[in-house]
């Protein structure tokens, strides 16, 4: 297993919606987030499918973020299990090729596996 190196201050993190948009009372949490990690140090780089995306469409945009060479980490920003649709068209071996640090709870951490 390849291990991720940790993040150092500039380092760029992706915000991804890999289940979707959060519910409408959440949604001014996430220039939020934007902000606090900028604050921190760190670049960002929305991957933020739209409203309505299909799981496809959720896949292809989280694979974008993890691919990115820019990118040294992708935090969700919001969960559900949805994700076990969206982990369908998902394919291991784009993630194996690129170690990234990511970070995700509940049904996200699926994604760790």
């Known amino acids: ?18 289940v979707g948009m959060p519910p ?6 996430v220039p939020l987030m934007d902000e606090y990690l900028q604050k921190e140090g760190f670049q960002t780089k929305m991957y933020l499918a739209p409203d309505g995306a299909s799981e496809q469409v959720l896949a292809e945009t989280f694979t974008r973020a ?14 559900s299990d949805r994700i076990y ?20 709870s509940s049904a996200l951490s699926a994604l760790s596996l």
């Open 1 to 18: 297993m390849q291990k991720s190196v940790r993040l150092s201050f500039g380092d760029k993190i992706a915000l991804v919606n890999p």
């Open 24 to 29: 409408e009372r959440f949604r001014p949490y």
């Open 66 to 79: 993890w691919t990115d060479s820019e990118i040294q980490a992708v935090f969700p920003i919001c969960g």
């Open 85 to 104: 649709e969206v982990m369908k068209y998902l394919k291991p071996e784009v993630f194996k090729s690129k170690p990234t640090i990511f970070c995700g």
